[in-house]
């Protein structure tokens, strides 16, 4: 019975440790670089601080290079270039992808290549009469009173 015992005692539940497991978690014991090189080969970073102006300067330069291209206007470009964070490969993937309603639909913005309203239209033919709709009384008034 005495063999049994021992058997039974003998073996390995799983709840103990052998003390030789790696959980996956470090310490933090790795050796800090001593020497001047070292500290200066870990932190260099190929990133550069730019001063305000710079930035401003590049933000114009991209709506340029950008408006040279797609020929919409300069406001429109900035606000397409800040919808996708001035990344002007992907403006340009998605510009000539086929569908721009829908990039200037995600965007926010009018589509400058629109065609105009029926209203403007109407303006005009109306003002080839002499009169023209007034845009806050909604009346038809003779062209020589409209001002602005």
């Given at each position: ?9 003998n073996t390995d539940s799983g709840n103990e440790s052998s ?17 001047a090189k070292e500290k200066m080969e870990i932190e260099d ?59 200037f639909k995600e965007a926010h913005v009018v589509n400058p ?36």
């Amino acid at each position: 019975m005495d063999s049994e015992d021992d058997k039974m005692y003998n073996t390995d539940s799983g709840n103990e440790s052998s003390g030789e497991e790696d959980d996956g978690l470090s310490i933090g014991l790795e050796p800090e670089p001593t020497t001047a090189k070292e500290k200066m080969e870990i932190e260099d970073l190929p990133f550069e601080v730019l001063t305000a102006e710079d930035i401003v300067q590049h933000m114009i330069n991209c709506i340029s290079d950008v408006n040279n291209i797609v020929e919409i206007p300069p406001t429109t470009t900035r606000i397409l270039l800040n919808h996708f964070k001035w990344d002007m490969e992907k403006l340009y993937e998605r510009y000539y992808d086929g569908d721009q309603e829908r990039l200037f639909k995600e965007a926010h913005v009018v589509n400058p290549y629109k065609k105009p309203a029926k209203s403007q239209k109407k303006r005009q033919v109306s003002a080839a009469n002499g009169m023209e709709d007034c845009e806050i009384c909604l009346r038809d008034l003779p062209s020589a009173m409209m001002k602005g």
